[in-house]
């Protein structure tokens, strides 16, 4: 006996074909997209941590032992160090050292003529064109590295670096928060560090008077991703971050490791115009980079990031 056996094949309208093949297509789409995105960002990344660890261990050692006469000596922070060429130094993660001060007289001097004195010293070790002096570190680039100093004295446990203006001498645990920001980013399959890094990029392609500090940006990070239930992954972070960032703009955050009152007294007190300007910038990058992922465009993406890549 046989049968009539065969598979079924369902009759579609040309209308109803048309639409699998278009879903089919923009499924294609939609998937050599997000390959390229996260490639891109991905790349991004790869420029940011391109830091010759051994190379800036030298470095260090290199300051210890010549500078053992003036200075007790350095305390290897290394937690992040600069994240790209383009973005700023502003806060305790970005910086690679403390380098502590131990003669008599250091305590009795101003944080700026401390800062001027390291800055001297290292130019000697490392030459006048190597060392730059920022608002609160001192930068040495040496042999392909950056590398940055904090100046510091020791206060018991604790130690004293400069306030916002370089006028007193402020107590801090600067391991505080780089312990929390270690925890926060664990928690988030070590995630929330490049997102962080991503959106510093971003921040440094505004004007400077509407950067947000590098530290606030990490403070700000870890606040916004409390709780977080999103995608686990560096893009879908870093538009969750510039989406819901600006209401925490607008009140003072505490600075925990006792470097200031606030980690955002630079913008002025709750509601201020600073703080609004500053909002109203991070709701902008978040309308640029949804715009950019509903076009599917990578060269929308290259712009937020002002072609760093180049």
């Known amino acids: 006996m046989g049968g009539s056996g065969g598979r079924y094949f369902p009759s579609y309208t040309p209308q109803e074909f048309q639409e699998k093949v ?11 997209y997000e390959a390229e995105a996260n490639g891109l960002l991905s790349s991004y990344l790869a420029q940011f941590n391109d830091r010759d ?17 003036e200075f007790e000596g350095t305390v290897d922070l290394l937690f992040g160090g600069s994240v790209a060429k383009k973005t700023y130094v502003d806060g305790l993660s970005d ?29 000697e070790i490392f030459g006048p064109d190597k060392v730059s002096v920022g608002h609160l570190a001192i930068t040495v680039e040496k042999d392909g ?59 440094g392609q505004l004007p400077e008077q509407r950067r947000l500090s590098g530290y606030h940006v990490e403070a700000l990070a870890m606040k916004v991703f409390e709780g977080y239930q999103g995608e686990i992954a560096a893009r879908p972070m870093l538009k969750h ?26 913008l002025g007190a709750a509601q ?39």
């Open 241 to 266: 971050f510039f989406e819901h960032v600006g209401p925490r703009l607008q009140q003072p955050m505490t600075d925990i490791t006792g470097q200031s009152d606030h980690v955002d007294d630079y």
């Open 22 to 32: 278009q879903k089919a297509e923009d499924a294609a789409k939609d998937s050599v």
């Open 145 to 203: 590295s950056t590398i940055q100093f904090l100046p510091a004295l020791r206060a018991g446990d604790h130690f004293k670096i400069s306030n916002v203006e370089g006028t007193e001498w402020s107590k801090i645990r600067p391991r505080v928060f780089a312990e929390s920001l270690t925890k926060a980013n664990g928690e988030l399959g070590n995630k929330l560090v490049p997102a962080i890094k991503l959106a510093k990029a971003i921040i």
């Open 272 to 310: 201020s115009v600073q703080r609004r300007v500053m909002a109203d910038a991070c709701d902008r990058i978040s309308r640029r980079l949804k715009a950019a992922d509903a076009a599917k465009d990578l060269a929308q993406w290259r712009q937020i990031f002002g072609d760093i890549s180049e």
């Open 53 to 69: 660890v051994d190379s800036i261990n030298r470095v260090l050692e290199k300051a210890k032992e010549e500078l053992s006469d």
């Open 95 to 123: 910086v690679d050292a403390l380098l502590l001060l131990k003669h008599a007289d250091a305590a009795h001097e101003s944080p700026a003529e401390i800062k001027e004195t390291c800055a001297a010293r290292l130019r």
